[in-house]
């Protein structure tokens, strides 16, 4: 496929735009479209029940708040592990999110769970730090245990034409990160137009990025489903050039199970059910695992839960 | 030949009707009246040409009497000037056109000596259709880069999308001209045909075509390119048939075509040429084509509307 | 993982369907004179769903004289605005209907759910409120001070796009003070016939609608009828050409929407997740049965490898199945009769030497299914890059510049539509010029709404239908 053949050897600002820049354009309307179309797929009953509880397996149950404090985030893991203390058939969630200064914290509370850490790191959310900064700021969240790491791309690097410093960065930091697994977080919302998001997805996704992922949940709008349609046709052509699997995360604006749901329809179609697993696809949410849950029991129980029934942490 | 009437041939020889005054000791040089295909003039393919008389009955001229041979390379010459002319600026068009009223203003005296030979119009009458005939390509002329403004349009879709519709010329139009109404008639048949930036095979006035040579002169001086108006001289009932069932007309003028004209809508059904079927002007003469505000009544027809969407988004 | 979707049919409770539907002239519904009835089947599974009486001449008759004393002593008098008003109530019932009428005519079309809840019906509704709104502002349309109506329509429909054809037809025919006859498509005629309800619900007055039901016979006698002053067909060209003849010398007025053969042109530097998508609804959107389908694929060389593959994939993800079920993308060949032309062509291609492609598709075993395929390695020459075959069968050709894309775009009989798929505006723009089609889709395919003109060129027919255009066919 030459649109999505491997990029260029040299790695040169020239050389980045002129692959970026020669991707296939995304067409607003169209993308919509596709998108609208897809979110009227019904999934019902035993289908329902199946994607219920995929997505409490991909979700990444995050917190990432100023007023964060140890005990909010140890209720958070002690959720992660256990979604509904009621019911011990409810999978255990894909990770949780933290701030690099929770990481030891939250690694602690889920010991021997099977759950793992994914810190943010690179000055998170606004990411307008020094390189050394984020790469410290990277280390650390490793050394203390996490297993997984978003970074966020320089915005303004990326709008202002500068791919080889993006390019850079994200490799710097897939260094860093050692073991860990990188999410590069694009900022979809600053980045605004379809193109940009696909350019910033083939540019990390080339940098070494494991996952690409929409937004910081700091800027809206976040993970629309077009956007998240553009990013999955990332992927799938990467794959298709490539044969290696990049992972997508969603992340910011995912609330309610209709909106998981729409998500994994969008996975299925387009980049096909090999996404269909925790390790490929993760959804950065808070709120979204208590309706997850309350579903999940109004599918088994045949009656509407409240939400007095369900943890808030 | 067969076409050649009797009895009248010969009679006052010399009269044609655009000729000059003779001037004592010089044989005046008679004009060969011809088709108008493809910015040529050439005699029919078949050699037959027929007798012309005026309204008296006196012998005009002899126009040529065009073959279905001659029809089929009247459409071959007007499919090729189509993609050309339809492609020129409306302003284009609009800037020649108009000098097609230039050029006729200037051989007023002609045409109007002609109507008044070939019709037996006053000579009063015959300058009025004249006058009238030349506003008609300035009117026309006016309107070729207006009938897209207001025939076309924005169109506003419940969506994110521009979506545009504007006139577009049909194609290939064979005209049947009026019969009565050989100068002001036939151009008001003609002229908003090629305004609009369709391509014309016109089957003239039989009994009265000598008009429309003289107006394919002015037209093939006027920078009109070849084969835009193509002009046949001779009978609606012989080359008709041919023309209405040609698949590369694409709308046919039933205008001139009388009593032949329910036939030839039949035929023209085959392969769905637009047509119009004769108005209310048939049978009154060129005086019933005098309003000098025809509107897009004659334009619409062979119009096509074509609507282009587009997204908008960034 | 594999994501099964789980079956989501729509429920069909809210149809209640009538064991015998009867004709709907001057307001009531009668039986036909000749007492003959024909059964419409449900084409996904070939179940009967009702009978539907035969209109013969003598039904005819009533019908175009029923319509005639409506026009003289209500409609023509009636104020614009009033007749306006009566339209905005239709509209508005439908609306109320609009989920009766979707799984109505999936039953009876085979048609998906998905298309007649979101496309079809909202179209229907917004078609009666725009021309509604025409009917008290027609001295501004551009159609001269005073434009007069017609008289009587006589309207004949096909079955592709059962009510929303008809909506195209009646709305503007009433909006501009003309009465109508209207016969819906023999294998889907239960949507027009509610219809006939909805205009009882809406106090339409006696006659201002009639619907006549039946097959080619009862839609020959319509056209044919002399106490018309204007027929509007759509439907197949053949037909489209019988009736034009047999109107020569009349008087009356036409505008026929006929056949299509069009063509999406792909140039290499197209939006290509969104030219897939395109050229899918294009050929796919209601199984094909579409006049301005983008039948014929012509992809730049230079991309054809790599769209080609990406179409194929998609193509594989298209769900064809039960009409009802939610999640249904593809649903039922409409009747035997197209299944089998649909087939017969199709099978020329193979025998002419093209290669034929379809996904791994299940087809149910009862009812009408045609698989979604593609055909590559199709020339100008073959007849499944001419001939319009009216199913979900794409014929797939390739160009190498702009002029040869124009060039074989145009290069058929036909002049409905076509598409365009580029990035630079101005090619867009080029090529949609150069196109003798009525209808051009840039990157984008298959949109409709009724304030856009939609029509011919060529042998796709003549008369624009929506939009102020739509007002021409039926002012004098």
Redesign the interface.
């Given at each position: 496929?030459?649109?999505t053949a491997t990029a260029p050897e040299a790695t040169t600002n020239r050389a980045l735009r002129a692959f970026l820049h020669g991707l296939?354009?995304?067409?607003?309307?169209?993308?919509?479209?596709?998108a609208q179309d897809l979110a009227?797929?019904?999934?019902?009953?035993?289908?329902?029940a199946?994607?219920i509880d995929?997505a409490i397996s991909m979700v990444d149950l995050t917190t990432l708040e100023g007023a964060d404090t140890p005990g909010k985030v140890r209720a958070l893991c002690a959720k992660a592990a256990l979604p509904d203390p009621a019911d011990r058939t409810v999978p255990r969630v894909g990770a949780v999110c933290v701030y690099p200064d929770m990481v030891a914290t939250a690694v602690g509370a889920l010991r021997g769970t099977g759950v793992g850490v994914a810190s943010v790191a690179t000055a998170f959310p606004a990411g307008r730090a020094p390189l050394e900064v984020k790469l410290a700021d990277t280390r650390r969240a490793v050394a203390d245990g996490a297993a997984e790491i978003d970074m966020v791309i320089d915005r303004g690097a990326f709008l202002s034409g500068d791919y080889l410093k993006v390019h850079d960065e994200i490799t710097a930091v897939k260094e860093a990160c050692g073991p860990a697994h990188l999410k590069v977080i694009l900022e979809t919302g600053e980045l605004?137009?379809y193109d940009n998001v696909r350019r910033a997805s083939h540019l990390a996704i080339r940098a070494g990025a494991d996952f690409i992922k929409t937004s910081t949940g700091k800027v809206a709008p976040a993970a629309t489903p077009p956007v998240v349609l553009v990013m999955l046709?990332a992927v799938r052509d990467h794959h298709a050039a490539t044969g290696a699997r990049v992972g997508v995360k969603p992340a910011g604006g995912i609330r309610t199970t209709k909106d998981a749901i729409r998500q994994?329809v969008l996975v299925?179609?387009i980049a096909g059910?090999a996404w269909?697993?925790p390790d490929l696809f993760r959804i950065g949410a808070s709120s979204l695992l208590n309706d997850l849950l309350m579903q999940r029991t109004r599918l088994t129980t045949g009656t509407y839960p409240g939400p007095d029934y369900y943890t808030q942490d | 030949m067969a076409e050649r009437r009797k009895g009248n041939a010969g009679k006052n020889p010399g009269k044609g009707a655009a000729e000059p005054a003779p001037v004592p000791g010089r044989l005046a040089v008679r004009k060969t009246y011809k088709l108008y295909l493809g910015g040529a003039f050439p005699r029919s393919e078949s050699g037959r040409s027929y007798p012309v008389t005026s309204a008296k009955g006196d012998h005009l001229a002899n126009a040529s009497l065009a073959s279905r041979k001659d029809a089929r390379e009247a459409v071959v010459a007007a499919r090729k000037a189509f993609g050309g002319w339809s492609a020129r600026t409306a302003y284009n068009r609009g800037q020649i056109l108009y000098r097609v009223a230039e050029v006729l203003e200037g051989r007023r005296e002609q045409f109007a000596a002609q109507a008044v030979a070939a019709q037996g119009l006053s000579r009063e009458a015959a300058s009025r259709v004249v006058s009238a005939a030349v506003d008609r390509w300035v009117y026309y002329a006016g309107w070729t880069d207006k009938v897209a403004q207001v025939l076309g349009g924005a169109n506003p879709v419940s969506g994110p999308y521009y979506n545009h519709s504007a006139p577009e010329p049909t194609g290939v139009v064979a005209v049947f001209a009026p019969q009565d109404a050989p100068l002001l008639g036939l151009t008001s048949v003609v002229a908003p045909v090629i305004a609009t930036g369709n391509t014309a095979v016109v089957v003239t006035s039989e009994h009265a075509p000598l008009a429309a040579v003289d107006l394919a002169e002015v037209l093939a001086t006027s920078d009109l390119p070849g084969g835009v108006v193509n002009l046949l001289t001779g009978r609606a009932g012989e080359l008709g048939p041919h023309l209405a069932a040609h698949a590369d007309v694409n709308a046919l003028d039933l205008t001139g075509a009388g009593d032949l004209a329910t036939g030839f809508e039949e035929t023209a059904a085959t392969t769905l040429t637009r047509v119009v079927r004769p108005g209310p002007e048939s049978g009154g003469g060129e005086d019933a084509w005098l309003d000098p505000d025809p509107g897009t009544s004659r334009m619409t027809p062979f119009l096509e509307t074509k609507t282009v969407w587009h997204p908008i988004g960034v | 993982m594999i994501f099964e979707y789980a079956p989501a049919p729509e429920s069909r409770s809210v149809v209640t369907l009538r064991e015998t539907y009867d004709l709907f002239v001057d307001g009531e519904f009668r039986p036909a004179e000749g007492g003959e009835y024909l059964t419409t089947l449900n084409p996904a599974d070939e179940t009967k769903l009702a009978q539907v009486a035969v209109a013969g001449e003598a039904d005819v008759d009533r019908a175009v004289a029923a319509a005639r004393r409506a026009h003289e002593t209500v409609w023509s008098r009636m104020s614009g605005a009033e007749r306006g008003k009566y339209l905005f109530r239709v509209a508005r019932i439908i609306q109320e209907r609009s989920r009766e009428l979707a799984v109505l005519e999936s039953m009876d079309n085979g048609k998906p759910i998905k298309e007649t809840r979101d496309v079809d019906l909202p179209l229907v509704a917004a078609h009666f409120f725009y021309y509604a709104g025409w009917a008290d502002k027609l001295r501004h349309a551009g159609l001269g001070p005073d434009p007069r109506p017609l008289g009587v329509a006589a309207q004949v429909i096909p079955w592709n796009f059962p009510l929303l054809m008809l909506a195209w037809k009646i709305a503007p025919a009433l909006a501009t003070g003309n009465t109508v006859v209207l016969k819906p498509a023999e294998t889907t005629p239960l949507t027009a016939l509610v219809f006939a309800e909805i205009c009882q619900e809406a106090d339409l007055p006696p006659g201002v609608v009639n619907i006549l039901t039946g097959a080619g016979e009862t839609g020959r006698a319509l056209v044919e009828h002399p106490g018309t002053d204007k027929v509007a067909f759509t439907g197949s060209t053949e037909v489209g050409r019988r009736i034009a003849r047999s109107v020569a010398g009349t008087g009356k007025r036409l505008t026929l929407e006929l056949g299509g053969k069009g063509a999406n042109i792909v140039y290499d530097d197209a939006a290509i997740d969104q030219a897939v998508e395109g050229i899918v609804s294009g050929i796919f959107f209601n199984q094909g049965h579409v006049c301005c389908a983008g039948s014929r694929l012509l992809v730049q060389e230079s991309i054809a490898e790599e769209l080609l593959p990406r179409l194929r994939d998609r193509v594989a993800k298209l769900r064809l199945g039960d009409p009802l079920d939610k999640n249904t993308d593809i649903g039922a060949i409409n009747s035997a009769a197209q299944l089998e032309r649909i087939r017969e062509l199709t099978d020329s291609g193979a025998e002419e030497g093209v290669e034929r492609w379809s996904p791994p598709c299940d087809l149910p075993s009862t009812g009408y299914w045609f698989a979604p395929t593609l055909l590559t390695g199709v020339s100008q020459a073959h007849r499944v890059a001419r001939e319009e075959i009216f199913g979900p069968v794409l014929s797939v050709l390739t160009f190498r510049t702009p002029e040869e894309a124009v060039a074989k775009a145009n290069n058929t009989p036909y002049g409905l539509s076509a598409g365009v798929w580029t990035e630079k505006g101005s090619r867009m723009l080029w090529t949609a010029e150069r196109l003798r089609a009525g209808v051009i889709w840039s990157n984008t395919f298959n949109k409709f709404d009724p304030t856009s003109p939609f029509g011919g060129y060529k042998e796709s027919g003549y008369g624009r239908e929506g939009g102020r255009h739509g007002l021409e066919a039926y002012l004098g």
């Open positions: 496929m030459s649109h296939p354009g995304v067409d607003e309307v169209g993308a919509r479209a596709r009227t797929r019904s999934i019902k009953t035993t289908a329902k199946q994607a995929l605004v137009t046709e994994l299925n179609e059910p269909l697993n | - | -």
